[in-house]
């Protein structure tokens, strides 16, 4: 099945700049459907207000951490489906770990390219 080159994606981090740059990433990799929000929560109401078919999440934010926005995001029947890759600067086998039990879908340790987040959106969603 061909990945829908025009799915909707929102990328969640608390970092203007990081946001900018996992949009741009996503723009030479194709995809031009996407919104941001600067943290768990306001990425929660987005996700709740609007259709998305993928989401992106750094790990570390407040008030609502990406852990959190997982956890919330696979209680949710509207929202379980979501494939849900987590982004972080920690390389601690804990949380991956963690974020593993939570349900993460990938996981993207930090300083990455946009060839590693083709891969890991491919291993999640097929080829592109």
């Known amino acids: ?3 829908d080159m025009n799915m909707q994606i929102l990328v969640v981090d608390d970092y203007n ?4 740059i ?12 996407v919104d941001s ?19 992106i999440s750094d790990w ?8 959190e926005l997982l956890r919330e995001v696979r ?7 979501l494939p849900f890759i987590m982004i972080t600067a920690e390389s601690k086998t804990e949380n991956v770990i963690a974020a593993q039990k939570a349900g993460v879908s990938n996981y ?3 300083p990455f390219n946009a060839e590693t987040l083709k891969g890991k959106m491919a291993s999640v969603i097929g080829a592109f």
């Open 1 to 3: 099945m061909a990945v």
């Open 17 to 20: 700049t990081m946001l900018r």
């Open 22 to 33: 996992l949009k741009n990433l996503l723009k030479q990799l194709g995809f031009h459907n």
């Open 37 to 55: 929000a600067m943290d768990g929560a306001e990425a929660l109401n987005k996700l709740n207000a609007s259709k998305f078919d993928f989401v």
């Open 60 to 67: 570390n934010m407040e008030p609502m951490t990406g852990i």
């Open 75 to 81: 209680a949710s029947e509207k929202l379980k489906h």
């Open 108 to 110: 993207i340790v930090k």
